[in-house]
């Protein structure tokens, strides 16, 4: 209270910044907003898991249609209250008031999931088109991100989309560079990195849900380049080094992008790829002149580049703050 | 004895005081900008991704250039002069660390936190492994308690003269452990000491930090504080959790060890959780309401991990709709609010980096719906080879 009374004092707040200080001095209120987000999403999380499991250890106990009535019925119930609850459509960003509905609606989005996977897995729902069982809940993913603005739900849509595009994006996968370890799915990747950033200007450009711009771009950036330098590890060949000037090339448009945006996080991500990809660069081209047993070159890379980089990285972040 | 400019620190103080309290207070972005033009604060002070990139390059160079000392004295580092060179190696990034913190004033940047946690880190190894060729006699409880004491030491110096919050539970820490290790020393069998010397420990550190003329003395420190009491809380709450109790003895006594009070450690291990949330509502302490809901979760998981009666699928599930019911219920009871708790804040603040922090995590933890692709190799539930079925 004493420091508001200064701040007033010395002309640094308004009379009424202070009166609502000494309302709040009061009167004081306590919020308990994050806790209770939190609390919702652990309960999602920890309630569609256990019943994930619970119905396919009592699948035989059960039956089917119960199970199947379950869940299409949980389904129905969370779109049914997110439908009446959150706010008519809009281009921009809509603010959410309804902290439930947008937990509920992630609910929903989660049992639809369980619902379609399900009944494919026991009834074979869409025969042999399996594609069709990743394209539908992909389109009512998207629908449902860009209908309520819910950016969680658009990630889930993403990732829907990748696996109808026959590739994985979870962290696990993607910095597992395990399975996209082959040729094929390494292009599938970057079909659908290149896909998204596309997507990703599209939002810009037509002002369609234009903050989704940035989801977009974290996938997208992370799956091009990891696919670009999985394609350096993948390919033998002697011309595999355009693959990481592909990476700084791609990295170097998009560092320009997030400049642009004053948004350090895409910033450090090219960063941190063309970092990878420039080092690895380095260690090729001292195989190729003989150097490579020289233990000084590479420690000094290993000193002299961290060195640059973080000036680079201390000096634009004091350029952007100011 | 803090290397940072006093009047910086107040000054960075009173800004973050002001941040954190807006969305109570409605204060104006540009009233902040104003205090904050009034109040000058000379650190660099990144945002967090910043922070974790300088970080992560500090760690590279400090690496990269022990392992070019190595090259080019190669010699003088073998064997017992090892750790000799530990202690030259973490004398040198404490020297940079000194002149980046006095002279470039990095705060909280990065840079200090890898410099700070490398040379104490380098310096306490050899420190011990000095120490460990000279006294290979020693009792491994001596040993514990020469290694804990040696890193309380080593950590305080960097709290008092960095101001460091990870330094501070560091040290915390340590000083436990010496002092838990002592009683252990003065009485090999009495288990039970244990807990109650954790909880003496908590207290009295507790006593400490909230008497008002430490507080007046430590201004500089206040986030320090702010951890050590923390620390307290948590040292309160696992001193009985009845996982812990169990563990200790049965290291320090054998597998057959029995928690004797069964009943009072596993009160402790759901009361106490409890009890420091509703303080925590009653006094409005966010610290106090993070701290029960961290207890409370190790105690969930305390009680799945002895509990054989239900199974997990049933605990999860119960545990979810528990959840999803509270935060209904809160929500519907804390439309407006009452007895002082709110389930809005007043003054939303600009939250867009949280919100997209929130859709990678959901992305990224939430259950995924499973790729369909055709058997290639389908048909034929027996026969071949012995193998049962499904081949």
Redesign the interface.
């Known amino acids: 209270m004493k420091k508001y009374q200064k701040l007033y004092a010395a002309g640094l707040i308004s009379a009424e910044t202070l009166n609502r200080v000494i309302q709040l001095q009061e009167k004081p209120v306590f919020s308990l907003h994050r806790e209770i987000r939190m609390i919702l999403y652990a309960g999602i999380l920890m309630l569609s898991t256990g019943l994930g499991i619970l119905i396919y250890q009592n699948l035989d106990s059960i039956g089917h249609q119960v199970i199947l009535a379950l869940i299409t019925a949980i389904t129905a119930g969370c779109f049914w209250y997110t439908f009446k609850n959150q706010s008519p459509y809009q281009q921009e960003k809509q603010n959410s008031t309804n902290v439930a509905a947008d937990y509920i609606l992630l609910f929903g989005c989660v049992s639809l999931l369980s619902l379609l996977a399900y009944l494919q897995f026991q009834y074979d729902f869409f025969g042999t088109r399996y594609g069709l069982a990743t394209f539908i809940p992909t389109v009512i993913l998207f629908f449902m991100a860009y209908r309520f603005d819910h950016q969680g739900v658009l990630g889930m849509a993403i990732t829907n989309l990748a696996l109808w595009m026959g590739v994985s994006v979870s962290p696990q996968v993607l910095f597992g560079l395990t399975r996209i370890n082959e040729s094929p799915l390494i292009w599938t990747y970057v079909s659908l990195a290149l896909l998204l950033i596309t997507a990703a200007y599209l939002s810009e450009w037509f002002r369609i849900k234009p903050h989704f711009k940035f989801i977009y771009l974290h996938f997208g950036s992370h799956i091009l380049h990891l696919s670009m330098l999985t394609a350096w590890f993948a390919y033998s060949g002697s011309y595999n080094w355009i693959y990481l000037l592909l990476t700084i090339f791609s990295a170097a448009l998009l560092y320009k992008n997030g400049k642009r945006e004053q948004s350090f996080y895409l910033i450090l991500i090219q960063l941190f790829y063309a970092y990878i990809a420039a080092s690895i660069l380095y260690m090729d081209s001292l195989k190729w002149i003989h150097l490579s047993s020289d233990p000084y070159l590479f420690i000094l890379w290993f000193i002299i580049s961290p060195v640059l980089l973080a000036r680079h990285i201390y000096q634009l972040h004091k350029k952007l703050k100011q | 004895m803090i290397v940072y400019p006093s009047e910086s620190v107040k000054n960075l103080q009173?800004i973050q005081?002001?941040q954190d309290e807006a969305?109570?207070?409605?204060?104006?972005a540009a009233?902040i900008g104003?205090?904050a033009k009034?109040h000058p604060v000379t650190f660099?002070i990144?945002?967090f991704?910043?922070r974790a990139?300088?970080f992560l390059?500090?760690v590279?160079?400090v690496?990269?250039?022990s392992?070019?000392l190595s090259?080019l004295f190669g010699g003088l580092m073998r064997d017992k002069n090892l750790p000799y060179a530990l202690l030259l190696f973490g004398l040198l990034c404490y020297l940079a660390l000194e002149k980046l913190c006095k002279k470039y004033q990095h705060y909280q940047a990065g840079?200090d936190d890898a410099l700070t946690l490398l040379s104490s880190g380098f310096l306490l190894t050899g420190v011990l492994w000095l120490h460990e060729i000279n006294t290979q006699s020693w009792s491994p409880s001596a040993w514990y308690l020469f290694a804990s004491l040696s890193t309380a030491v080593i950590s305080l110096w960097y709290v008092i003269r960095f101001a460091s919050p990870l330094m501070t539970i560091i040290s915390a820490s340590a000083l436990l452990m010496a002092f838990l290790t002592a009683l252990h020393i003065l009485n090999p069998s009495g288990i039970l000491l244990i807990p109650f010397g954790a909880l003496f420990f908590a207290a009295s550190l507790c006593y400490l930090v909230l008497n008002t003329k430490m507080k007046a003395i430590l201004t500089l420190y206040s986030s320090c504080l702010a951890v050590l009491i923390q620390f307290a809380v948590f040292t309160a709450g696992l001193a009985f959790n009845y996982y812990v109790a169990d563990q200790t003895g049965k290291e320090l006594s054998g597998t057959t060890f029995q928690v004797p009070l069964p009943y009072f450690f596993w009160v402790w291990t759901f009361v106490f959780p409890l009890v420091c949330i509703g303080y925590a509502?009653k006094k409005?302490s966010r610290m106090l309401?993070n701290s029960g809901?961290i207890l409370l979760t190790a105690a969930g998981l305390t009680f799945k991990y002895y509990d054989t009666l239900v199974p997990?699928?049933?605990?999860?599930?119960?545990?979810?709709?528990?959840?999803?019911l509270?935060?209904?219920r809160?929500?519907k009871w804390?439309k407006n609010?009452r007895y002082?708790?709110?389930?809005?804040?007043?003054f939303?603040q600009n939250n867009?980096d949280q919100?997209?922090v929130?859709?990678?995590i959901?992305?990224?933890?939430?259950?995924?719906?499973?790729?369909?692709?055709?058997d290639r190799f389908g048909g034929g539930n027996f026969g071949g080879g012995g193998s049962s079925s499904d081949f």
């Not at chain 2, 969305?23 to 104006?28: N, V």
């Not at chain 2, 002082?340 to 007043?346: F, I, N, R, S």
């Open positions: 009173l005081q002001i969305a109570y207070t409605g204060i104006t009233e104003a205090i009034a660099y990144p945002t991704l910043v990139g300088l390059l500090t590279v160079i690496f990269a250039s392992a070019l090259l840079t509502l409005h309401l809901i997990f699928e049933y605990l999860l599930s119960g545990a979810g709709a528990l959840l999803l509270l935060s209904w809160l929500l804390l609010p002082g708790l709110a389930g809005q804040v007043p939303p867009t919100e997209r929130d859709s990678i959901i992305s990224a933890t939430l259950p995924q719906q499973k790729q369909h692709l055709p």
